[in-house]
Nanobody, 123 residues
């Protein structure tokens, strides 16, 4: 499984960005794609995820109501729409794939990763 994240950039506080994660290779019907972020000097944080089958989503409290995860079946792509961005959202964002989806909403089991994309929110 290969993942390719894109869409990061510099945005002012209150602005929006949309990240994309293109997925290719062999997957299973139960798989999930998650978004994570890591700021300098901090541990990786689970932002949220989507189960490919059924489209169920999960969000961390820190982004709930501001971020939305969606998928495009035809393009095998998952999106992270980020609105009302805050300086504390600044981080490198990664997408990961959990092929079995057993703990997809707990941020565990994500064994495949894309390269990160930098998001910088200025105040």
């Amino acid at each position: 499984v290969q993942l390719q994240a894109s869409g990061g950039g510099l945005v002012q506080a209150g602005g929006s960005l949309r990240l994309s994660c293109a997925v290719s290779g062999r997957t299973f019907s139960s798989y999930a794609v998650g978004w994570f972020r890591q700021a300098p000097g901090k541990e990786r944080e689970f932002v949220g995820a989507i189960r490919w089958s059924g489209g169920r989503t999960f969000y961390a409290d820190s982004v709930k109501g501001r971020f939305t995860i969606s998928r495009d079946n035809a393009k095998n792509t998952v999106y992270l729409q980020m609105n009302s961005l805050k300086p504390e959202d600044t981080a490198v964002y990664y997408c990961g794939a959990d092929l079995y989806g057993t703990r997809w909403d707990q941020g565990s089991g994500y064994d495949y990763w894309g390269q990160g994309t930098q998001v910088t929110v200025s105040s």
